[in-house]
């Protein structure tokens, strides 16, 4: 993947009539395995993909923030930074790719950091709307090029939770920690171990060549929007679990005790749904629009799925990388049947890969559209997409977009 390092400064030349300061990039992600666990202070594997979004940028003395991108409508973004608040009445974007950075640069000098103005043009391969993290790709490619041009000296960690302040607080949607700091702080040849509670990470050596293994993804093209309410609602579903649990988050469930806990609830919470209110089969219920998720059903997924992550890093660790297919597999059912964030063209990507023969496949990302992940083996590549993209004709969805993922580096800069 081809980073457009020199697209971006040509644009900035053509748009300000001058070169840039520095160029800046940092990645999308797709997550191997730990969905929406997150923001429950759990466990994630992230890794970088060569997709990138790349920021051209230059200091301005004079408070003003220009923001344009090459592959957005309309021209020329202008703001003033000393006018920049989360929104409502007010300069602030309301919405738009604009809200991304703008976000940065009001949590930025919210914390106290002195940020001045700026004029910044983007360009960028990662796939909006795919579940890949283009958002975060574009907070952080921003927050780098910040901290360079105005010598804060921030490192990646701070980075990313500065970035992650501008979407939850500026632009509204309630992420968890992953995106940004996946965008950070990967390392190419490697997944990102990341405990969300303390941000405390591990590189995890994920070379899927050298064990003539591929990991496929699956842009099914259906367009997400995680600020819809329905991200949220699941997130705040996940609170109530917690405080009926008596602890801080959700990770502090232990897997062994989850069928007591799943009791507990029952007890605790006796207004949400039951489990099981109808008598067909759970995966039968999946597209009935009645079947909204139970905080027993949210709780089931997220202690399940950070007992998955650290077995298939334990399997990573060992070795045994074809041990982690059923694992991926497993953890798309969880979030098809009990989060609920899957759609049909998710689950046919998934069902068709693994009837196959793929070694495992999941939906990543934040649900409800975006991209499936496909571990196959190198020689069985060409057979499972042929087979998603047969199966998607013949189903009359849009055709999909299947490439490789490569674990690669994290935001950099690039001159």
């Not at 980073?3 to 001058?18: L, M, N, S």
């Not at 790719?97 to 004029?119: I, K, N, S």
């Not at 499972?384 to 009359?396: I, L, R």
């Amino acid at each position: 993947m081809t980073i457009p390092g020199a697209a971006a400064a040509e644009g900035f030349r053509t748009v300000y009539g001058a070169a840039p300061e520095g160029i800046w990039a940092a990645p999308g992600r797709v997550n191997l395995i730990g969905e929406h666990t997150d923001y429950n202070d759990g466990f994630v594997l992230p890794l970088a993909l060569p997709h990138t979004t790349v920021a051209a940028a230059s200091a301005r003395p004079d408070g003003v923030l220009r923001l344009h991108s090459g592959g957005a409508d309309g021209g020329v973004v202008e703001l003033r930074t000393d006018e920049l608040r989360p929104p409502g009445p007010g300069p602030a974007p309301q919405g738009g790719w604009a809200a991304y950075p703008a976000g940065v640069v009001w949590a930025m000098r919210e914390a106290g950091l002195p940020v001045g103005g700026a004029d910044l043009h983007y360009e960028s391969t990662v796939p909006t709307g795919a579940g890949l993290s283009s958002s975060a790709a574009l907070e952080v490619a921003t927050a780098l090029a910040l901290n360079d041009l105005y010598g804060l000296g921030l490192a990646p960690v701070a980075l990313a939770r500065l970035a992650q302040r501008a979407e939850n607080a500026f632009v509204g949607v309630p992420c968890g920690i992953m995106d940004q700091t996946a965008a950070a702080c990967c390392t190419a040849g490697h997944a990102l171990f990341l405990d969300a509670r303390n941000l405390t990470q591990r590189q995890v050596p994920f070379d899927l060549a050298a064990e003539g293994l591929r990991l496929l993804v699956v842009d099914t093209r259906v367009q997400h929007e995680l600020g819809d309410g329905a991200y949220a609602q699941r997130r705040a579903g996940c609170e109530r679990g917690a405080r009926a649990l008596g602890v801080r988050a959700l990770r502090e469930v232990p897997y062994a005790h989850l069928p007591e806990a799943l009791g507990q609830l029952a007890e605790r919470l006796p207004d949400d749904l039951p489990d099981e209110p109808w008598d067909e089969p759970r995966d039968k219920r999946r597209d009935d629009p009645r079947a909204e998720p139970s905080v027993r059903d949210l709780v089931r997924h997220i202690v399940t799925e950070n007992h998955r992550v650290e077995e298939v890093v334990a399997r990573l660790d060992a070795g045994e990388t074809r041990a982690i297919g059923p694992l991926l597999t497993a953890g798309h059912a969880s979030l098809r049947d009990d989060f609920r964030i899957s759609c049909a063209e998710l689950d046919l990507a998934v069902d068709t890969a693994v009837a196959a023969g793929a070694v495992g496949a999941r939906m990543t990302g934040g649900g409800f559209g975006g991209s499936a992940i496909v571990l196959v083996e190198e020689v069985a590549a060409k057979t499972v997409s042929t087979a998603v993209t047969e199966a998607f004709a013949a189903a009359g969805f849009v055709p999909p977009r299947v490439f490789t993922a490569v674990a690669g580096a994290g935001a950099r800069r690039l001159g």
